[in-house]
């Protein structure tokens, strides 16, 4: 069974940083993409970065380039988000997300929230300003 526990949310003052951590179990995927999603109060879901292990490429929304960056460690089977220059628009539940998938192509078309199939329960991040 798959799982995935975030952790690393919290209360940030606006230009602060923070770092999410994703812990995996259960995957027995060849290939997959991994990622982070979020949603603000009434607002939808949507995506913020992820990872596909294909290729090892990234995608990371125009709203937080330069800002955020995913990364992973195999060895613990965790993947992080460091947030940095954070803004109180960041505000929201940030979700982490897989499917098996070899897709190599995230950069240009990042998976949806459609197209994940396993998803943890959430971690807040409010940032004030």
């Known amino acids: 069974e798959v799982q995935l526990v975030e952790s690393g949310g919290g209360l940030v003052q606006a230009g602060g940083s923070l770092r999410l951590s994703c812990a995996a179990s259960g995957f027995t995927f060849d290939d997959y993409v991994i990622g982070w999603f979020r949603q603000a109060p009434g607002k939808e879901r949507e995506g913020v970065s992820c990872f596909s292990s294909a290729d090892g490429s990234t995608y990371h929304a125009d709203s937080v380039k330069g800002r955020f960056t995913i990364s992973s460690d195999n060895a613990k089977n965790t993947v992080y988000l460091q947030m940095s220059s954070l803004k109180p628009e960041d505000t929201a539940v940030y979700y982490c997300?897989?499917?098996?998938?070899?897709?190599?192509?995230?950069?240009?078309?990042?998976?949806?929230?459609?197209?994940?199939?396993?998803w943890g329960k959430g971690t807040p991040v409010t940032v004030s300003s």
């Open positions: 997300a897989a499917v098996e998938t070899s897709i190599t192509t995230i950069a240009t078309m990042p998976p949806g929230p459609d197209d994940m199939d396993y």
